[in-house]
Nanobody, 134 residues
Framework: QVQLVESGGGSVQAGGSLRLSCTASGYTTSSYCMAWFRQSPWKEHEGVSAIDSSGAQTYANSVKDRFVISKDNAKNTLYLQMSSLKADDSSLYYC????????????????????????????WGHGTQVTVSS
């Protein structure tokens, strides 16, 4: 059974930093995408960042140059280092895991960076709350 457990959320002032962690267990596939999503009552479910098994990263424009996604394979842990936080970043942050992403060109499939669509992910954690005060 796949389990994802997030931690590291909390309250911080605007301009501050937080590091989120997501420890995964039970997902045995060597090729995968892992991602961070966020959702708040006033915003849609938003893909924040993703990383594949090779380390290729994807970022939403809203967090590019402020957030960094990484993973520690030995610890089965996904991280999200968040800097220069804004009040608009306040949300419940989830991690998710799913199959690797491909794009089709004619009859052939090519490896592609992970998507930020929740439809492409199978397993989800319960989330960790991030609150940024201005």
């Amino acid at each position: 059974q796949v389990q994802l457990v997030e931690s590291g959320g909390g309250s911080v002032q605007a301009g501050g930093s937080l590091r989120l962690s997501c420890t995964a267990s039970g997902y045995t596939t060597s090729s995968y995408c892992m991602a961070w999503f966020r959702q708040s009552p006033w915003k849609e479910h938003e893909g924040v960042s993703a990383i594949d098994s090779s380390g290729a990263q994807t970022y939403a424009n809203s967090v590019k140059d402020r957030f960094v996604i990484s993973k520690d394979n030995a610890k089965n842990t996904l991280y999200l280092q968040m800097s220069s936080l804004k009040a608009d970043d306040s949300s419940l942050y989830y991690c998710a895991v799913g199959p690797p992403h491909y794009r089709q060109v004619g009859p052939r499939l090519y490896s592609s960076n992970c998507s930020l669509s929740p439809d492409d992910y199978n397993y989800w954690g319960h989330g960790t709350q991030v609150t940024v005060s201005s």
